[in-house]
């Protein structure tokens, strides 16, 4: 089965600090997803990548495809207490009858 | 906020009743998709439905039902429960549903289910 697995599990930075959270496939991924989430809430879309070796960034949050399209990182630059919450990468498989995969998350803590 | 409501947000019952939570999909969004999130489990992609038809099932229960209604609003109706059941449970809509193109999902606030 798909599965998503993301690094690291859980982050504590200094704010002003630079940090990337990965996101690894076993398989090809046809459209892979990045969402944030505060605990219990819903989950804010942030960013949507589909070619290999796309590159899309939103104000300090920058997230890359592979080429191979199998691993995903999400960048973000100096980071700030407003980007605190858990970090989850979503996939679908396409092809296969449309299965949504999500990661575990990555939990962010951002010290003032 | 994404557009996406979802009723009820908090919902206690006990164990072996049924349940029936409702979606509205963002304005203009023909696709609606079900997840559930669980400490243990994560979250889980449960059904998708595309302009009132059935398009990808995950890992529903049997004991787990959904339908799309005619105005694109959905409902995910549990029965049965377990307390194993008690969990965040997600609505999420896009605009369309392609075999070929992803869509970005909009998430809605979400259900919290407490099964006593």
Not at chain 1, 22 to 38: A, I
Not at chain 2, 8 to 33: E, F, N, W
Not at chain 2, 53 to 69: D, V
Not at chain 2, 89 to 103: G, K, V
Request: hydrophobic content about 30%.
């Amino acid at each position: 089965s798909q599965e998503l697995e993301q690094s690291p599990q859980s982050l504590i930075v200094q704010e002003g600090k630079n940090l990337t959270i990965n996101c690894t496939s076993s398989k090809t991924l046809y459209g892979l997803y990045w969402y944030k989430q505060k605990y219990g809430e819903g989950l804010i879309f942030l960013m949507m990548l589909q070619k290999g070796g796309e590159e899309k960034s939103h104000e300090k949050i920058t997230a890359k495809l592979d080429e191979k399209k199998q691993q995903s990182s999400l960048h973000i630059t100096a980071s700030q207490p407003s980007h605190a919450g858990i970090y989850l990468c979503g996939a679908d498989t396409l092809n296969t009858g449309n299965q949504f995969y999500f990661g575990t998350g990555t939990s962010l803590t951002v010290i003032p | 906020d994404s557009g996406v409501t979802q009723t009820p947000k908090h919902l206690i019952t006990a164990t072996g009743q049924r349940v029936t939570l409702r979606c509205s999909p963002r304005s203009g969004d023909l696709s609606v998709y079900w997840y559930q999130q669980s400490l243990d489990q994560g979250l889980q992609f449960l059904i998708q439905y595309y302009n009132g038809e059935e398009r990808a099932k995950g890992n529903i229960l049997e004991r787990f039902s959904a339908q799309q209604f005619p105005d694109l609003h959905s409902e995910l109706n549990l029965s049965s429960l377990e307390l194993g059941d008690s969990a965040l449970y997600f609505c999420a809509s896009s605009p369309r549903a392609s075999e070929l193109i992803s869509y970005e999902q909009y998430f809605g606030p979400g259900t919290r289910l407490t099964v006593t």
